[in-house]
């Protein structure tokens, strides 16, 4: 019967905490992404690098001439991989890190709709938004 409860315990502090996780995260989604009293945001290298590897990826997919919805959805898969690796690499912390969670969430977000694209038309469409996203990073960090 102890052994019932210890694990009960256990499982309701998991949940809580994972729940109080997921909250954050919506709550950083939704926020606008703005500059930090008017200067750019501080960002380390690795990160830095790992943007321009993101951003070499779309160059790559622009020079070619091969639009298929086949594609769009490899870049997609590249895209995924090369954000992965950043988030995987990130070692910031603080203000700085949260303002990057608010550029790239929204980025995350619209490779996952290039990813579900069924049409060239709506791969497009994304495309251009990641661009746009992609762009901001420039406006928003120190590069």
Known sequence: ????FVILG????????NSGSAMHYVQTSSETLTL???ARWKIDNTTNNNVKEIKTILAGFDKGENR?????????????SGLN????????KGPDHLALHKWL???MEQVAKLKQASNTAEAARSFSAIRLQLNRYDQYFEI
């Open 85 to 92: 690796k950043m988030i995987r690499e990130c070692k910031m």
């Open 1 to 4: 019967m102890k052994k019932l």
């Open 36 to 38: 930090n009293n008017g």
């Open 68 to 80: 298929s919805l086949n594609a769009y959805h490899n870049t997609a898969n590249d895209l995924r």
């Open 10 to 17: 256990i499982t309701i502090i998991t949940l809580l905490t």
């Open 105 to 107: 969430e929204p980025l």
